[in-house]
């Protein structure tokens, strides 16, 4: 019964707080459509080296 009251108090505050955090309208960057690069490369690099690499900005992201 406790878990069941403390659920119900989350989700009406989720329901409350997330139209109001949603109402914030996206302002793009630029005017141009489309996506940012012509081509994405993928390749392998090992999970030690990742951090290296973004920082020197040999890779931007780093997915598992």
Not at 26 to 55: C, N, S, T
């Amino acid at each position: 019964m406790r878990h069941a009251l403390t659920l119900i108090i989350i989700m009406l505050l989720i329901a409350t707080i997330a139209p109001v955090m949603a109402e914030e309208k996206y302002i793009p960057p630029h005017d141009q459509p489309g996506p940012a690069v012509d081509r994405l490369i993928f390749k392998k690099v090992d999970q030690d080296l990742a951090p290296k690499l973004i920082e020197r900005g040999d890779i931007d992201i780093y997915l598992y």
